[in-house]
Structures are given as C-alpha cells and as structure tokens.
C-alpha cells in the first residue's frame, strides 16, 4: 500500500512538474555583427562632452569606425524551433546588406529601435524582443521591448 502511495504521489509531482512547463516564458536569441561608421554631433561642442579634460569625448563628433554587435532575443510559444536561430539571424543581417536598416550616424539606442521595428513587422506585436547593440563589445544598450 505505501508503495502504491509513493508511486501516486511520484505522479503528481511529475505532473506538477509538467504543468511548469507550460507557464514558462521561452526566449531564442541570436548574435551576429556589423561594421558601421557613426558619430555622436554633440561631442563636438557641448560643454559635457568637450571638456578639455580627462573625460573628453569631442572626439566622438567625427565619424569614425565600430564593429556594431548584437544580441537579439525574441520570445517563442513552443520549444521546437518556432523560429529557426539561423535564419532569423540571416534575415536580421539582410535588413542591414540590402539597406532596409541603416547603421550609420546613429546611437545604440536608435539602432536597436529600428531594429525592433522591422522585428515587429515580421513577427508580430504578441512577443517581447530584447535588444542589445554594442560597440566593439565594449560599450552599449540593452533595450526590452514588451509585448503590445
């Protein structure tokens, strides 16, 4: 009899267990880079940023070079490939080979943002998007985009 008890309340357990399942959030995310040429105008010439000092940063109103990094996650109902990793990567990138979006002279910040959007068109308004755009890997954002 105490096995019997032992073996229903196994079940249940794992039937608990299971229900679990059911109410996690699932999230694929992918990486890639792009190169890109931006500058920040502002560095030129406000008081904050051209300080003269230590932490000038004037130098960053001229356009110069980074390798832009992205870490792009997107949430997905079931656990078997609801969306390839390979080819929402792939189609990510092509945004920015066929100039859908464009790189340059903008912000982290704006990037990720039009990179939501496009994100959004494709996919829908019923998934959170996390976005992460560095520069070089050093320095970036992380924007969460919840669902509408």
Same mark, same amino acid.
């Given at each position: 009899?105490?096995?019997? !008890?032992n073996?229903? $309340?196994? %079940?249940? @357990? ?6 679990? $399942?059911? #109410? *996690? #959030? ?7 880079q ?7 105008? %502002? %560095?030129?010439?406000? /008081?904050?940023? %051209?300080?003269g =000092?230590?932490? =000038?940063?004037?130098?960053?109103g001229? /356009?110069?070079?980074?390798? +832009?990094? +992205? ?13 390839? +990793?390979?080819? +929402? *990567? ?13 790189? !340059?002279? #903008? ?6 943002? =039009? ?6 068109? @494709?996919?829908? *308004? ?7 755009? *560095? ?14």
């Amino acid at each position: 009899m105490a096995e019997m !008890d032992n073996m229903m $309340l196994e %079940a249940m @357990r794992e039937d608990a267990m299971r229900a679990q $399942l059911h #109410k *996690s #959030k699932r999230m694929i995310w992918v990486t890639f880079q792009k190169e890109g040429i931006h500058k920040y105008p %502002a %560095a030129l010439d406000d /008081p904050k940023l %051209a300080t003269g =000092d230590w932490d =000038d940063v004037s130098f960053l109103g001229y /356009p110069h070079r980074h390798m +832009f990094h +992205f870490r792009v996650a997107i949430e997905v109902f079931h656990d078997d490939r609801e969306i390839e +990793f390979i080819q +929402f *990567s792939r189609w990510m990138q092509r945004l920015y080979n066929e100039e859908v979006i464009e790189l !340059d002279f #903008k912000s982290c910040e704006m990037i990720a943002d =039009d990179l939501f959007l496009e994100i959004r068109k @494709r996919y829908g *308004s019923n998934r959170e998007v996390h976005i992460e755009v *560095s520069e070089d890997g050093e320095n970036g954002c992380v924007v969460t985009f919840p669902k509408a």
